[in-house]
């Protein structure tokens, strides 16, 4: 048994994962999350700021005391949309790898799906075809099967992103609203022979569309693994969000991060219009993403 850990250094949120894997399993020790926002500001500076820079440092501190205090024996470090946008990327890279004497791989978005992927169907049993989906802060995965191999498409269209263009200001209005509706549609990829297939939800959007879903007065992760949950309730849960301000969102959704409420309509948003154009009926949230994909790709 080998003690290792996974970071995601996401344009939204940045994540750790500490577990003993043994066999092909990882079983979790350690599992947090934090709401950085690095991908702020992108589409208009091309860089990524200081003050985001400052978030994920502050919350790597934390991380690596952790890992330390585990005696993790390997560490894993992957950067994905903002790193891979951003004009000062080896600026930031430097400095993270100069901090905490480690090593960050930025990630092409096809890998993160492949990697999102080998998480997501290790720990489901999956008997037919499949489509997993990951929404993020400036990039969105899908990842199916097709003719005995695994697809991965990525797309540039994110909560953080989407957030900044268009839900900056909440409730959004109908002008802004139609103009997002055709700015995402333009971007979708057209995707054929998705039908009969079981359908996962991966990453903050998801959770906390389950979160909210389950009508949580706190957030429950374990509640909400392989979580089922139809189009109905969540074009439901959208038209209630979409009259929402930032201020009721906090108020009326208890259970999910205080951080994730400036981008959770955007995020749902984003969601409606993917389960519209592929016809989804019913999706499950998966807890497990990328960081387990991480681990298990190296053992």
């Given at each position: 048994?080998?003690?290792?850990?996974?970071?995601?250094?996401?344009?939204?949120?940045?994540r750790?994962l500490?577990?003993?894997v043994?066999d092909?399993?990882?079983f979790?020790i350690v599992k947090r999350?934090?709401?950085t926002?690095?991908?702020?500001g992108?589409?208009?500076?091309?860089?990524?700021?200081?003050?985001?820079?400052?978030?994920?440092?502050?919350?790597?501190?934390?991380?690596f005391?952790?890992i330390?205090k585990?005696n993790?024996?390997?560490?894993?470090i992957?950067g994905?949309?903002?790193?891979r946008d951003?004009?000062n990327?080896?600026e930031?890279?430097?400095k993270?790898?100069?901090?905490?004497?480690?090593?960050?791989?930025?990630i092409?978005g096809v890998?993160?799906?492949?990697?999102?992927s080998?998480g997501?169907?290790?720990?489901?049993e999956?008997?037919?075809?499949?489509?997993?989906?990951?929404i993020?802060?400036?990039?969105?995965?899908f990842?199916?099967?097709?003719?005995?191999k695994?697809i991965?498409?990525?797309t540039?269209?994110?909560v953080?992103?989407?957030s900044?263009?268009y839900?900056s200001?909440?409730?959004?209005?109908?002008?802004l609203?139609?103009?997002?509706?055709k700015?995402v549609?333009d971007r979708?990829?057209n995707?054929e022979?998705?039908?009969?297939r079981e359908?996962?939800?991966?990453a903050g959007t998801?959770?906390?569309l389950?979160s909210?879903y389950?009508?949580?007065s706190?957030?429950?992760?374990?509640?909400?693994?392989l979580?089922e949950?139809?189009?109905?309730?969540?074009?439901?849960?959208f038209k209630?969000?979409?009259?929402?301000s930032e201020a009721?969102?906090?108020?009326?959704?208890k259970?999910?991060?205080?951080?994730?409420?400036?981008?959770?309509?955007?995020?749902?948003?984003?969601?409606t219009?993917i389960?519209?154009?592929?016809?989804?009926?019913v999706i499950k949230?998966?807890?497990c993403d990328?960081?387990e994909g991480?681990?298990?790709?190296n053992?």
């Amino acid at each position: 048994m080998v003690k290792v850990a996974s970071i995601d250094l996401g344009s939204n949120s940045t994540r750790l994962l500490i577990g003993n894997v043994k066999d092909g399993k990882i079983f979790t020790i350690v599992k947090r999350h934090e709401v950085t926002r690095m991908g702020e500001g992108i589409d208009e500076n091309n860089f990524i700021n200081l003050d985001a820079q400052k978030r994920v440092f502050k919350v790597l501190k934390k991380y690596f005391n952790e890992i330390k205090k585990n005696n993790v024996e390997q560490i894993f470090i992957v950067g994905t949309a903002a790193l891979r946008d951003a004009t000062n990327q080896n600026e930031v890279i430097n400095k993270i790898e100069n901090m905490f004497e480690t090593n960050v791989n930025v990630i092409s978005g096809v890998e993160e799906g492949y990697l999102t992927s080998l998480g997501v169907l290790n720990n489901s049993e999956i008997n037919n075809n499949y489509l997993i989906i990951d929404i993020g802060g400036r990039s969105t995965e899908f990842v199916f099967n097709e003719n005995n191999k695994v697809i991965s498409i990525s797309t540039d269209l994110g909560v953080v992103s989407l957030s900044e263009k268009y839900f900056s200001n909440l409730p959004i209005n109908s002008n802004l609203l139609f103009e997002a509706e055709k700015f995402v549609e333009d971007r979708l990829p057209n995707i054929e022979n998705l039908k009969n297939r079981e359908y996962f939800g991966v990453a903050g959007t998801f959770t906390s569309l389950g979160s909210i879903y389950l009508d949580q007065s706190q957030f429950n992760e374990d509640a909400l693994h392989l979580l089922e949950i139809d189009k109905d309730s969540i074009f439901n849960i959208f038209k209630q969000v979409l009259n929402f301000s930032e201020a009721k969102i906090l108020s009326r959704y208890k259970g999910i991060d205080p951080k994730r409420a400036p981008t959770i309509t955007s995020g749902i948003f984003l969601a409606t219009k993917i389960i519209k154009k592929y016809n989804i009926d019913v999706i499950k949230v998966s807890n497990c993403d990328i960081l387990e994909g991480l681990i298990l790709k190296n053992y």
